[in-house]
C-alpha cells in the first residue's frame, strides 16, 4: 500500500493504483474524457490520449496525466493549480477547434461527454481556429453511423472492437492531422466483417459512433391509419429506460414502458418475452433432441444477432453448432404476423411490426432476408431505448408520472424465465428450468441457479438432470465467446449448452442502451433489477405460460413440429 495526498486529502491505497484511482477513493473528482475503465467487465481504455485529467504532482516540473501515472508513496498532488485546470481547458479548446459545432442538432446532444467536459470547464469561447478535418461520412450499415468529423482519437472504440470483442474492425489509419479511425482500407462498415455488436457505439464520448436513427419510420407507421402498429419490447428495456428520465439505474418500469408505448398510438402493446418463453420451448426442445439423438454438441444459444453474425465471420466451420431458433424478437414477429393476423383477421401486409430493444445489431438482424416469411419481414423496425426515449420526449410524455398498466393479450402474457433473457447467464437459465421439469415430470422448487449467474465474462455450471449431468458454458463479450468457440474447434469443449451474448453483461449492457459513461455499476444495477422483476412474476418457467401454450394448441401443434420448424427456426451462412 502507498499514501499520497490529493488536495490536502491524505489516502492509502493499493500500489498499482493510479492517481485517477487514488482521486476517486479520496473523493476528487479528476475529469476524464478518453479512459474507460469497467473493470469487472474487463473494458479498460487508458490511451492517456485526449489530457484532460492533467494534474500537477508536486515536486514535478511537468503536469502528469491521472489515468496513466502510477501513484508512488507521499506522492503530494493538486488537481486544482492554475497550470493544470489552464492545461485541462486548452486540451478541450484543443479538440474543440477540430470539432463540429453543431451540437443542437447532433444525435449526441445531451448526451455527449465532449460537449458535457465543455460545459463543466466553463468554455465559452475557442481560441484557436484553423483547419477542420472532413471525413465521409459512412452510412452504408443497417445499424451504425460512422461519423469521423466528431471524432476525437479516444481509441475507446477500438478497445472495445478489438480487446473485448475481437472483432478487429476499427484501427487508427493515415498519420497526423489526417488520423482517423475506420476498417482497414477504410472501406465502408458494409462491407466488413462488423458485427454490429455496438460494442464501439456504447462507448463513443461523442457522435462519431451511433446507431441509424429509426424514429422517423416509426412515427410515419404510427401516423398511417391503415397501419396496425404494433410493438413488442425486449427483457433489457424494462430495467434501464427510466435512466433517461432521471431515474436510477436499476429502476423497473414495465408498467410505464407499456402505458407509454400506449399513448403514443401503438395498436397493441407486446413484449418479447412472449417469444422468449416461445424460444425456451424450442429450443430446449432441441437440446434434448440433440442429446438423445447424438446430435451436435454442444448446442450454442442464438438469441444474439451480433454473436450470430460473429460465428458466421469469424466460425464459419462451425455454423450447425448455434440452436436454430430465430431470435425472440423475430420469433415475435412472425407469429404476429402468421397466427394472430389470421385468429383476428388482419391482413399480415397491413401490420408494422416495431421492436425496441437494447441492441444496435438487431436493427441489422431484422433485415436478415433468411428470416422473412413469403418475403416479407417479420419485424419491419427496430428502434433502440435511447431511440424511443426520444419519441417519449418528442411526444411530450411525462414518463415518470404514467400509470403501471398491462401489456396486451396473448403476446403480452410472460414469465420470469423470460424476463432474465435480459441478462448474461438468463437464457440457459430459463432453459435449464423448462429442461428439468419436462425430465423429472416434478416440479422443480430450487428455480433460482446461483451457479449460472454473475459478471464473470466466462462462467460455467453443471446442473444435474434426472441423473444426467448437464455442463453449461456462459460466454459475454464477443473475446470470451471467441475463447469457447476456439475450444470447440479443437475438440477440448466439455459442454453440452453455452449461452452466448456479445454484449459485456448480456442485453442489459447492449449497443443501445442508455449511456453508461463507463460506470459498471450501472449494468450490475439492471441485472439486479432483471432478477427482481424475474421474482415478483406468479409464473417463472416458459412452459408454464398458459398463452404459449394456447397457441401451440392452436397453431403450432407442439415445440418442435414441422410447422415451428417452418417458422421459427432459420439456418446460418457461413
Ligand atoms: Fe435481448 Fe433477446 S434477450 S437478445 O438479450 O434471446 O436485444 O433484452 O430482446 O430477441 O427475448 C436483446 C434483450 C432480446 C431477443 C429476447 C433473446
Ligand atoms: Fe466492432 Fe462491434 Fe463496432 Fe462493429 S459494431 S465496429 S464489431 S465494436
Given at each position: 500500500?502507498?499514501?499520497?495526498?490529493?488536495?490536502d486529502?491524505?489516502?492509502?491505497?493499493?500500489?498499482?493504483?493510479?492517481?485517477?484511482?487514488?482521486?476517486?477513493?479520496?473523493?476528487?473528482?479528476?475529469?476524464?474524457?478518453?479512459?474507460?475503465?469497467?473493470h469487472?467487465?474487463?473494458?479498460?481504455?487508458?490511451?492517456?490520449?485526449?489530457?484532460?485529467?492533467?494534474?500537477?504532482?508536486?515536486?514535478?516540473?511537468?503536469?502528469?496525466?491521472?489515468?496513466?501515472?502510477?501513484?508512488?508513496?507521499?506522492?503530494?498532488?493538486?488537481?486544482?493549480?492554475?497550470?493544470?485546470?489552464?492545461?485541462?481547458?486548452?486540451?478541450?479548446?484543443?479538440?474543440?477547434?477540430?470539432?463540429p459545432?453543431?451540437c443542437?442538432?447532433?444525435?449526441?446532444?445531451?448526451?455527449?461527454?465532449?460537449q458535457?467536459?465543455?460545459?463543466e470547464?466553463?468554455?465559452?469561447?475557442?481560441?484557436?481556429?484553423?483547419e477542420?478535418?472532413?471525413?465521409?461520412?459512412?452510412?452504408?450499415s443497417?445499424?451504425?453511423?460512422?461519423?469521423?468529423?466528431?471524432?476525437?482519437?479516444?481509441?475507446?472504440?477500438?478497445?472495445?472492437?478489438?480487446?473485448?470483442?475481437?472483432?478487429?474492425?476499427l484501427?487508427?489509419?493515415n498519420?497526423?492531422?489526417?488520423?482517423?479511425?475506420?476498417?482497414?482500407?477504410?472501406?465502408?462498415?458494409?462491407?466488413?466483417?462488423?458485427?454490429?455488436?455496438?460494442?464501439?457505439?456504447?462507448?463513443?464520448?461523442?457522435?462519431?459512433?451511433?446507431?441509424?436513427?429509426h424514429?422517423?419510420?416509426v412515427?410515419?407507421?404510427?401516423?398511417n391509419?391503415?397501419?396496425?402498429v404494433v410493438?413488442?419490447?425486449a427483457?433489457?428495456?424494462?430495467?434501464?429506460?427510466?435512466?433517461?428520465?432521471?431515474?436510477?439505474?436499476?429502476?423497473?418500469?414495465?408498467?410505464?414502458?407499456?402505458?407509454?408505448?400506449?399513448?403514443?398510438?401503438?395498436?397493441?402493446?407486446?413484449?418479447?418475452?412472449?417469444?422468449?418463453?416461445?424460444?425456451?420451448?424450442?429450443?430446449?426442445?432441441e437440446?434434448?433432441?440433440?442429446?438423445?439423438?447424438?446430435?451436435?454438441?454442444?448446442?450454442?444459444?442464438?438469441?444474439?444477432?451480433?454473436?450470430?453474425?460473429?460465428?458466421?465471420?469469424?466460425?464459419?466451420?462451425?455454423?450447425?453448432?448455434?440452436?436454430?431458433?430465430?431470435?425472440p424478437?423475430?420469433?415475435?414477429?412472425?407469429?404476429?404476423?402468421?397466427?394472430?393476423?389470421?385468429?383476428?383477421?388482419?391482413?399480415?401486409e397491413?401490420?408494422?411490426?416495431?421492436?425496441?430493444?437494447?441492441?444496435?445489431?438487431?436493427?441489422?438482424?431484422?433485415?436478415?432476408?433468411?428470416?422473412?416469411?413469403?418475403?416479407?419481414?417479420?419485424?419491419?423496425?427496430?428502434?433502440?431505448t435511447?431511440?424511443?426515449?426520444?419519441?417519449?420526449?418528442?411526444?411530450?410524455?411525462?414518463f415518470?408520472?404514467?400509470?403501471?398498466?398491462?401489456?396486451d393479450?396473448?403476446?403480452?402474457?410472460?414469465?420470469?424465465?423470460?424476463?432474465?433473457?435480459?441478462?448474461?447467464?438468463?437464457?440457459?437459465e430459463?432453459?435449464?428450468?423448462?429442461?428439468?421439469?419436462w425430465?423429472?415430470?416434478?416440479?422443480?422448487?430450487?428455480?433460482?441457479?446461483?451457479?449460472?449467474?454473475?459478471?464473470?465474462?466466462?462462467?460455467?455450471?453443471?446442473?444435474?438432470v434426472n441423473?444426467?449431468?448437464?455442463?453449461?458454458?456462459?460466454?459475454?463479450?464477443?473475446?470470451?465467446?471467441?475463447?469457447?468457440?476456439?475450444?470447440?474447434?479443437?475438440?477440448?469443449?466439455?459442454y453440452?449448452?453455452?449461452?452466448?451474448?456479445?454484449?459485456?453483461?448480456?442485453?442489459?449492457?447492449?449497443?443501445?442502451?442508455?449511456?453508461?459513461?463507463?460506470?459498471?455499476e450501472?449494468?450490475?444495477?439492471?441485472?439486479?433489477?432483471?432478477?427482481?422483476?424475474?421474482?415478483?412474476?406468479?409464473?417463472?418457467?416458459?412452459?408454464?405460460?398458459?398463452?404459449?401454450?394456447?397457441?401451440?394448441?392452436?397453431?403450432?401443434?407442439?415445440?418442435?413440429?414441422?410447422?415451428?420448424?417452418?417458422?421459427?427456426?432459420?439456418?446460418?451462412?457461413?
Open positions: 500500500k502507498v499514501t499520497v495526498t490529493i488536495n486529502k491524505e489516502v492509502t491505497v493499493p500500489r498499482e493504483y493510479t492517481i485517477l484511482n487514488a482521486a476517486v477513493e479520496a473523493g476528487v473528482k479528476i475529469p476524464t474524457l478518453c479512459h474507460l475503465d469497467l469487472d467487465l474487463k473494458m479498460v481504455n487508458r490511451t492517456a490520449s485526449c489530457r484532460v485529467c492533467m494534474v500537477d504532482v508536486e515536486g514535478s516540473p511537468r503536469l502528469a496525466p491521472a489515468c496513466a501515472t502510477p501513484v508512488n508513496d507521499g506522492m503530494n498532488i493538486r488537481t486544482d493549480t492554475m497550470k493544470a485546470i489552464t492545461a485541462r481547458r486548452l486540451s478541450v479548446e484543443l479538440l474543440l477547434s477540430n470539432h459545432t453543431d443542437l442538432v447532433c444525435q449526441k446532444n445531451l448526451q455527449c461527454e465532449l458535457a467536459l465543455a460545459h470547464l466553463g468554455i465559452r469561447e475557442i481560441h484557436y481556429s484553423g477542420r478535418n472532413s471525413f465521409h461520412l459512412d452510412t452504408s443497417q445499424a451504425v453511423i460512422k461519423n469521423q468529423d466528431k471524432c476525437i482519437l479516444c481509441r475507446r472504440c477500438e478497445t472495445a472492437c478489438n480487446a473485448v470483442q475481437t472483432c478487429g474492425i484501427s487508427a489509419l498519420r497526423g492531422f489526417e488520423t482517423t479511425v475506420g476498417p482497414a482500407f477504410n472501406l465502408p462498415m458494409v462491407e466488413t466483417s462488423c458485427t454490429y455488436c455496438g460494442g464501439c457505439v456504447a462507448v463513443c464520448p461523442t457522435a462519431a459512433l451511433t446507431e441509424v436513427n424514429v422517423p419510420k412515427w410515419e407507421a404510427l401516423r391509419p391503415k397501419k396496425y410493438v413488442q419490447t427483457p433489457a428495456i424494462r430495467v434501464a429506460l427510466g435512466e433517461l428520465f432521471g431515474m436510477k439505474p436499476g429502476t423497473i418500469v414495465t408498467g410505464k414502458l407499456a402505458a407509454g408505448l400506449r399513448r403514443i398510438g401503438f395498436d397493441k402493446v407486446f413484449d418479447t418475452d412472449f417469444g422468449a418463453d416461445v424460444t425456451i420451448l424450442e429450443e430446449a426442445s437440446l434434448l433432441h440433440r442429446l438423445e439423438n447424438g446430435g451436435t454438441l454442444p448446442m450454442l444459444t442464438s438469441c444474439c444477432p451480433a454473436w450470430v453474425s460473429f460465428i458466421e465471420h469469424q466460425f464459419p466451420d462451425l455454423v450447425d453448432i448455434p440452436s436454430s431458433c430465430k431470435s424478437h423475430i420469433m415475435v414477429g412472425t407469429i404476429i404476423k402468421t397466427y394472430y393476423a389470421e385468429k383476428h383477421n388482419i391482413n399480415p397491413d401490420i408494422t411490426v416495431v421492436s425496441i430493444m437494447p441492441c444496435v445489431a438487431k436493427k441489422a438482424e431484422a433485415a436478415r432476408t433468411e428470416l422473412s416469411i413469403d418475403d416479407h419481414e417479420n419485424v419491419d423496425i427496430v428502434i433502440t435511447r431511440e424511443l426515449a426520444m419519441m417519449f420526449k418528442e411526444a411530450g410524455i411525462d415518470d408520472k404514467l400509470p403501471d398498466e398491462d401489456y393479450h396473448p403476446l403480452g402474457v410472460t414469465t420470469g424465465a423470460s424476463v432474465i433473457f435480459g441478462t448474461t447467464g438468463g437464457v440457459i430459463a432453459a435449464v428450468r423448462t429442461v428439468h421439469e425430465k423429472t415430470g416434478e416440479e422443480l422448487e430450487q428455480i433460482e441457479y446461483e451457479q449460472l449467474r454473475g459478471i464473470e465474462g466466462l462462467r460455467e455450471g453443471k446442473v444435474q441423473g444426467m449431468e448437464l455442463n453449461i458454458g456462459i460466454a459475454h463479450g464477443l473475446g470470451n465467446a471467441r475463447k469457447l468457440l476456439e475450444d470447440i474447434r479443437n475438440g477440448q469443449s466439455q453440452h449448452a453455452i449461452e452466448i451474448m456479445a454484449c459485456p453483461g448480456g442485453c442489459i449492457g447492449g449497443g443501445g442502451q442508455p449511456y453508461h459513461y463507463g460506470n459498471e450501472v449494468v450490475k444495477a439492471r441485472q439486479k433489477a432483471i432478477y427482481q422483476e424475474d421474482q415478483r412474476k406468479n409464473v417463472r418457467k416458459s412452459h408454464l405460460n398458459k398463452e404459449v401454450l394456447k397457441m401451440y394448441e392452436e397453431y403450432f401443434d407442439k415445440p418442435y413440429s414441422e410447422k415451428a420448424h417452418k417458422l421459427l427456426h432459420t439456418t446460418y451462412t457461413p
